[in-house]
């Protein structure tokens, strides 16, 4: 069959690979995936890797390179083992990626994500989906109804960590809130947070394409390119004596974007950590502590989100398709998709991948 796999550093090839086995476990599930999105984890595979994709087996999941690629896509299910029972072959689906123990710490109190040995498909598992066919377990999948498309089911993974953002930051009806960063994941953020109820959202962003997708998605969000704006003093203007604002949701990964964030909440605010950060950030602690902020990192997403974000779909509260810039097929991935998502005026957000 045909896939999409990553060797190393710059070395991503459209190659023939032997299809699975025929024979499936008892809670596996054969898929052909439909749609996969391109990630800014891939892309940093691409760039410096390998990263996170296992240069010796996984140590649970026993994968290695070269590896599939692709965690972010949608599936027709095409056969499943003898005891899977929550889907059936022709279900669409949307895949959840992780893939870790049941029965260790973590996965003992449901927090699946959160495993010290987790693996993810697409990235440390012998399949992903930017390839003809894929087995995963049974809680991989999730089916999805008539009224979400196969573009928008391949969304709800990235989606995920913009719902887990929001939802660890407390945003709710009236909330004053601030995306940094309007990436992939900080432009479904802003979506999340508008879905939330927010009632004022800022944007802080320098790319004026970014920032010009941000006002499409968002029309009554205020955008600032800080590095010709004061920040500061637009959010001092439009929050309640000043004070800032209840949430701040940092999707860049980097310092200034951090500590941004920290200047910009109200006392007793939160900051989340989305974005993830390449190196150690510096911060002023004192004016953490004088303002009483309360830091929110987040890894991923707890993995029953899933249900959850597909019902926003599909009553079009969380309109994720429309940070699709471009749609693509397998032969065109280097060329028409890492490439291109190189490019730093940033005209593309998320690219997808048909196999």
């Not at 974005?275 to 953490?288: C, E, N, R, T, Y």
Request: charged residues 20%; aromatic residues 4%; proline residues 6%.
């Amino acid at each position: 069959m045909k896939a999409v796999r990553f060797h190393a550093a710059r070395d991503i090839r459209v190659e023939d690979v032997a299809a699975p086995s025929a024979r499936l476990g008892a809670r596996e599930v054969l898929v052909k995936p439909l749609i996969t999105g391109i990630c800014g984890t891939d892309l940093h595979e691409y760039i410096a890797g390998p990263i996170v994709t296992p240069v010796k087996p996984h140590v649970y999941t026993g994968a290695s390179n070269p590896q599939i690629l692709g965690h972010e896509f949608s599936a027709i299910v095409a056969d499943t083992g003898s005891e899977v029972t929550n889907v059936k072959t022709g279900d669409r689906v949307s895949i959840q990626p992780l893939i870790s123990p049941r029965d260790d710490y973590y996965g003992r109190r449901g927090l699946f994500h959160l495993s010290e040995s987790m693996g993810c498909v697409g990235l440390s598992w012998a399949w992903g989906g930017m390839g003809e066919l894929a087995v995963l377990n049974d809680y991989n999948v999730c089916p999805v109804p008539k009224g979400v498309s196969d573009e928008q089911a391949a969304m709800i993974e990235p989606a995920a960590v913009a719902i887990y953002a929001v939802d660890r930051g407390g945003v709710q009806s009236g909330s004053t809130v601030l995306v940094s960063g309007v990436g992939p994941i900080g432009a479904l953020t802003l979506l999340a947070a508008h879905a939330a109820g927010a009632a004022t959202i800022f944007v802080s962003e320098p790319n004026p394409n970014r920032l010009k997708l941000a006002r499409q998605l968002v029309p009554s969000a205020i955008c600032v390119d800080p590095t010709k704006e004061n920040l500061l003093e637009i959010i001092r203007d439009n929050t309640e004596e000043g004070v800032g604002v209840d949430v701040a949701i940092e999707c860049v990964g980097l310092e200034a974007s951090l500590n941004a964030c920290a200047a910009a909440v109200r006392r007793q605010g939160k900051v989340v950590q989305t974005g993830l950060h390449l190196k150690p950030a510096s911060i002023d602690a004192m004016q953490w502590a004088l303002k009483d902020i309360t830091l929110e990192a987040t890894w991923c997403y707890p993995t029953q989100i899933w249900p959850r974000i597909i019902r926003m779909v599909e009553a079009g509260m969380l309109p994720i398709e429309k940070i699709i810039t471009a749609q693509i097929d397998a032969e065109d991935v280097v060329k028409k998709g890492f490439e291109e998502l190189l490019d730093k005026t940033g005209k593309h957000l998320k690219i997808l991948v048909s196999v």
